[in-house]
Each structure stands twice: as C-alpha cells, then as structure tokens.
C-alpha cells in the first residue's frame, strides 16, 4: 500500500511540473503571437483565438434582477446559472446590462498535420 501512495505522490509531483512547464510555454506564445489568427511552424498549427468571459457583479446583478427569487436561484454571480437562466428565457439579456465586464481570454490549440 505505501508503494501505492509513494507512486500518487510522485506522480502529482510530475503533473505540478508538467502544468507548470505548460503554463510558461503558453504565456511564451502568446507573447510571440498575441493576434487570434492560425500560424504554421514545420508540422504544426498554432491556432489563436479569443472568448469573451463575463465577471459578473454581485451587488449590481442583485440590484437588476426584477425579483429576489431569481437571487436565491442563483445565491451568487454564476456564469453558468445565468447563461442557463438566459436559455431558458427566465432573466432577459436586457436586465444585465452593466452587471459585468468582459475579458478576453487567449486560446491555443495546437494540431500536428
């Protein structure tokens, strides 16, 4: 059993270093290659684009929401509560205005042809 737990132990160890060594490599080609586009490098495609992510505020969100029902439903600023909330026409887009900002995260993807 300690054999069992020594191995989960190095193997976590591997995958902190793996994440890491990733982490740097990603922020290495976003500064190599900020603009969303695709980029051939040999046998490789780098592909770069955008999503928009919305943070929501709770206070703001609260205040424009027209019932404190849909508040409990929610009970915080959950984007995915919200959109499911907007899909199923319970809250309309309208009422959000100004409850959050938009980030632009960075995607790679990364394809061998």
Do not use: C, F, N
């Not at 290495?28 to 051939?40: F, I, N, S």
């Amino acid at each position: 059993m300690e054999e069992l737990v020594a191995r989960m132990y190095q193997l976590r160890e591997l995958q902190k270093q793996v994440e890491a060594e990733l982490e740097q490599l990603r922020r290495d080609l976003l500064a190599r290659y900020p603009a969303a586009g695709k980029v051939e490098l040999g046998d490789y495609r780098l592909t770069v684009t955008y999503q928009e992510r919305r943070d929501y505020d709770d206070e703001r969100l609260y205040q424009a929401l027209p019932d404190p029902q849909l508040w409990r439903m929610l009970s915080s600023a959950d984007a995915g509560k919200i959109s499911s909330m907007l899909k199923t026409h319970l809250i309309d887009e309208s009422i959000l205005s100004g409850t959050y900002a938009v980030r632009r995260i960075p995607v790679l993807r990364i394809t061998k042809r």
